[in-house]
């Protein structure tokens, strides 16, 4: 079975343009949550999104956005990018939300704001 | 709210020695917690959670309520466990991860 799939995978932008990153989770995988990882705040949470709803959020402003389309795959809007914004998104899919189903995770895709 | 602390980033040990990475939780509830581990040049995967009571790998974690603690251990350490260590808790109704900002695990020959 194929694993999570992030594309791009590397991604260069200057500071006030937007991103689209995307994820395409595990066949029957209905869950995919977002993560944002530096090396000053590690791994933080962003959303989740399961059938096409955001189940959950962090705490990151609202430049930040997400959807989910009805084969379950998922974008990540990122608007007016700041230097700060420079990270790994990494996004994890699983059967469903809970616990119980363990999260499998995509190998990220590297944005770098100049 | 949810936090989770690891308080070593970088761990050195000797293969065969025994090794643990340290964990403590803040959470008002029943958390559930796990230990992610990320290879070199490999995704984040999940190594073992609390409910499962398993051994991964020579690895075992036990949740110590009292102490707010899901430490990671193994008593022989192998050069093949150098990797970053995540510990990462769940709490309630709210399935989100909180992580730790890891422990960085090197295992010498």
């Known amino acids: 079975k194929a694993g999570v799939t992030q594309t791009p995978r590397y991604l260069i932008k200057t500071r006030g343009q937007q991103v689209t990153l995307s994820c395409s989770p595990i066949s029957g995988h209905r869950s995919v949550s977002w993560y944002q990882q530096t090396p000053g705040q590690g791994l933080q949470f962003l959303f989740e999104?399961?059938?096409?709803?955001?189940?959950n959020k962090g705490n990151f402003p609202g430049r930040f956005s997400g959807r989910q389309f009805s084969n379950s795959r998922s974008e990540m809007n990122v608007s007016t990018l700041e230097l700060g914004d420079s990270a790994l998104y990494l996004c994890?899919?699983?059967?469903?939300?809970?616990?119980?189903?363990?999260?499998?995770f995509g190998p990220g895709t590297r944005l770098t704001v100049t | 709210a949810q936090r989770v602390t690891q308080p070593e980033k970088l761990l050195s040990v000797f293969k065969g020695a025994p090794v643990e990475l340290k964990c403590n939780y803040s959470y008002s509830g029943s958390p559930e917690l796990f230990w992610y581990v990320q290879y070199s040049r490999q995704r984040l995967q999940l190594l073992l959670r609390?409910?499962s009571r398993e051994s991964i790998k020579g690895f075992t974690a036990d949740l110590n309520k009292g102490e707010t603690s899901f430490h990671l251990k193994k008593p022989f350490a192998q050069e093949e466990d150098s990797a970053m260590y995540y510990c990462a808790l769940s709490g309630g109704s709210n399935y989100k991860l909180t992580f730790g900002k890891g422990t960085l695990l090197t295992v010498n020959p």
């Open positions: 994890a899919s699983s059967l469903a939300p809970g616990t119980p189903y363990e999260q499998y």
């Open positions: 609390h409910i």
């Open positions: 999104y399961f059938s096409e709803t955001q189940r």
